[in-house]
């Protein structure tokens, strides 16, 4: 007889996995690895082992004789009720055998379809009351997750309805944990048919029930954590594996609080499928009410706080019960809630420390990215402000502040936040917490407030008033090496080092501030400008070619910055354009360079490219480079080609004359700049030239689409759909008024 549970199963891995910062800061459950598919492993004695069978001799959890102890009851169980000891029955030799042989059979290619649904149904039918020893196997359960896949909906939901009683010790084994996620992926197929909808929902209310007994030692289990994670997406109706509920990547956070991509708080950028609305209801207000009296433990226990992450995400835009559900989390009593009180003043104190432990902290970024108006301002009245920069000083607070103003509401939040973090940037850049920084300016970005003050908050952090703005750029690109170094007044570029990520980001989100290149808002982007192109050849070069550095070069070139400072910059790596295009990262800032120069220039870059054309092609971007720049054309009928160009830029510099604000017009013009000879159009050809256009925006649209290119924010790609189809239907408009004023 052996024991089993959660304490009486140590992994059997050999090392442990400490989560890093970075690791950390997007959630992520790094500690549920998925097992490798393989169908065979070697055992010692034969199927005897289960997981937590290896350990030492003598060690602690072993009797003298060799017999594993019992395992405690559940440590979270209510002390009123009748406390078991669970034993399960070691798998049987002749059962075992069975198995090994149903094993040989699925896994060959002789067994057709239906047949191998019987085959699975029939053998699912012969596990039955030994569910848990045989899922709970290290080797058995690989052949029970081939059974579960390949069988009907009927035996599936018959198996897990038999289980049901051990569902909770089979979602905490480390081996029985894939047995619940398959057959939960399973349902989730089935669930989609309108004829087993109901029996699927019978069988998930039984395991609902089974689990909101005892919800906070699976919620706490690394790999019971898990299972009710898919569980909760599976009653939602989203992918049970949709890294948007369950492990956010840090990139994706960062892009979105840097508004480089739009900030999800409603759960629409995951397609919904057919879910179970009333059982989820059901399931998280249960889950709630029995983690209440254990919530000062499941504030800081790392997997809890992804469960609660993952109720929180799949309950955002329901402003009602997020409001029943987010009070507890945040440690406050019923009774104030009630009164419409949800965070008294003497508890804050205990927030704000509770706001330093890693899971915590994780925890109350979903909160605030999920969290009603009402209850979001509460938290940032009466939590966070007067204690922002001792938060954002903190390994862990600093991600919670960062969520915070990612997520601010209105400009007067964002005036609280910079009168507390404004005159702090040169401390926070000095303790290593540039994210911080990074969100400020975002915010300032997004709310259209405090944008020059930021700004120039920036510069005297990285500039003394004694020095020259040349150095703004560099130094920000490598934030680390600068502010590591003792003697900041010997500091030089660093060749070879990679360049800091949040420090690129910073300088993309400076260039993509609108107003900040005018001269009547005081320009105060201009030290930034002046700095990037002052760089040495070689830095640009060097900049060009690091995937940070590159989009900075990028992001300027699309800016507002005038044609002088943007051709300026081009200047520098006039000759080295060939030697960029060999480069993934460099093929975009060439792509870039092309679009902000005049016809002579783009002219110079094509001689460049043709030199390495052979070279280029067999490179994995090439290909796209020499399309989109129609190097082909150029090489053939250079003539033709540059016609091609001229009239491109008449056509966009006419509409933009025709249709754009101010702005939109110095912005355009800027980037084609052509010959005197080709600033008139004939008014004869203006329709060939739209359907020039339109054919070009529907070739670009295709290479973007099946060619190689670069990630780019959701938002960004639908805002060039959109323009496409503006620039179309404006264009058609058009050419209809000429025809009536002919008439």
């Not at 069975?98 to 040989?104: D, G, K, L, V």
């Not at 109720?311 to 329901?318: E, I, P, Q, S």
């Not at 559900?325 to 927030?351: S, V």
Request: charged residues 25%; hydrophobic residues 35%.
């Amino acid at each position: 007889m052996v024991s089993f549970g959660s304490k009486a199963l140590p992994s059997r891995r050999h090392t442990t996995h400490n989560l890093t910062e970075d690791s950390l800061m997007a959630g992520e459950d790094n500690s549920y690895g998925r097992r490798k598919k393989e169908a065979r492993r070697k055992a010692a004695k034969g199927h005897l082992e289960f997981e937590g069978d290896r350990r030492q001799k003598g060690s602690s959890g072993w009797r003298p004789d060799r017999t594993a102890k019992p395992e405690k009851p559940f440590k979270h169980k209510n002390a009123s009720e009748p406390q078991t000891w669970h034993i399960r029955k070691q798998v049987d030799p002749e059962t075992a055998k069975y198995f090994s042989e149903i094993a040989n059979v699925i896994e060959g290619n002789e067994v057709d379809l239906e047949e191998r649904s019987i085959i699975c149904g029939n053998a699912l039918e012969e596990a039955r009351g030994k569910e848990l020893e045989l899922a709970t196997d290290y080797i058995i359960s690989h052949t029970l997750q081939a059974l579960l896949e390949g069988s009907d909906v009927d035996h599936l939901c018959r198996f897990l309805k038999s289980c049901a009683k051990d569902f909770l010790y089979i979602a905490m084994d480390r081996s029985g944990s894939h047995v619940a996620e398959t057959a939960l992926k399973c349902l989730a197929l089935h669930l989609q048919d309108e004829q087993s909808y109901t029996l699927v929902e019978e069988t998930l209310a039984t395991i609902c029930k089974v689990i909101t007994v005892n919800p906070v030692d699976v919620m706490c289990n690394c790999y019971g954590s898990h299972v009710i994670r898919s569980l909760l997406c599976l009653c939602k109706g989203v992918p049970l594996d949709s890294p948007e509920f369950h492990t956010t990547k840090s990139s994706t956070i960062l892009a979105g609080r840097l508004n480089f991509r739009p900030l999800q708080s409603d759960g629409n950028s995951v397609p919904h499928q057919q879910g179970l609305p009333e059982l989820l209801k059901f399931f998280v207000a249960e889950i709630s009410k029995c983690a209440q009296k254990d919530i000062a433990t499941m504030q800081v226990e790392q997997y809890s706080s992804l469960v609660l992450q993952t109720v929180l995400k799949l309950l955002a835009g329901h402003d009602e019960e997020l409001l029943h559900i987010i009070p507890p989390l945040l440690g406050c009593n019923k009774e104030n809630i009630g009164e419409g009180i949800f965070i008294k003043i003497d508890e804050r104190r205990n927030i704000v420390d509770l706001l330093k432990e890693t899971a915590y902290s994780h925890l109350m970024e979903v909160i605030l990215e999920v969290a009603p108006e009402t209850l979001y301002n509460e938290i940032f009245t009466k939590v966070f402000r007067n204690s922002l920069f001792e938060l954002s000083s903190h390994p862990c607070g600093n991600f919670a502040v960062q969520a915070l103003v990612s997520h601010a509401r209105c400009q007067g939040q964002v005036e609280f936040i910079w009168e507390e973090l404004g005159p702090k940037f040169k401390d926070l850049l000095e303790l290593g917490r540039p994210g911080v920084v990074a969100s400020l300016l975002a915010a300032s970005q997004r709310l259209d407030t405090h944008a020059q003050k930021c700004c120039q908050a920036l510069t005297a952090a990285v500039c003394s008033a004694n020095e020259s703005p040349e150095c703004i750029v560099p130094r920000i690109l490598f934030l680390e090496s600068y502010f590591g170094c003792e003697d900041k007044s010997y500091w030089t570029w660093p060749s070879g080092v990679k360049m800091h990520v949040i420090g690129s980001l910073i300088l993309q989100t400076i260039f993509k501030y609108p107003s900040g290149f005018k001269s009547n808002a005081g320009g105060f982007i201009q030290p930034y400008v002046s700095s990037i192109t002052s760089m040495e050849t070689d830095h640009v070069l060097e900049a060009a070619k690091d995937a940070g550095g590159a989009r900075v070069v990028e992001a300027f070139l699309s800016s507002n910055a005038s044609k002088k400072h943007k051709q300026r910059l081009v200047a520098r790596v006039r000759g080295h354009f060939g030697e960029l295009a060999m480069h993934p990262s460099g093929s975009f800032t060439v792509e870039k360079c092309f679009t902000a120069s005049n016809l002579p220039l783009r002219e110079t870059i094509m001689n460049e490219l043709l030199t390495v054309r052979t070279e280029l092609s067999n490179t994995k971007h090439g290909p796209h480079l020499l399309r989109k720049l129609d190097v082909d054309r150029f090489a053939a009928r250079p003539d033709q080609w540059k016609m091609k160009q001229s009239s491109k830029a008449s056509a966009y510099k006419e509409f933009c004359v025709t249709f754009g604000s101010n702005e939109t017009q110095a912005s355009k013009t800027d980037c084609f700049v052509v010959d005197p000879s080709h600033h008139s159009s004939n008014p004869n050809s203006v329709k060939a030239m739209r359907k020039e256009i339109d054919q070009c925006l529907a070739s670009v649209t295709k290479l973007n689409v099946s060619g190689h290119k670069r990630r780019h924010p959701e938002g960004a790609e639908q805002g060039s759909e959109k323009f496409a189809k503006q620039v179309k239907n404006e264009d058609v408009l058009k050419i209809k008024n000429k025809k009536l004023k002919q008439k």
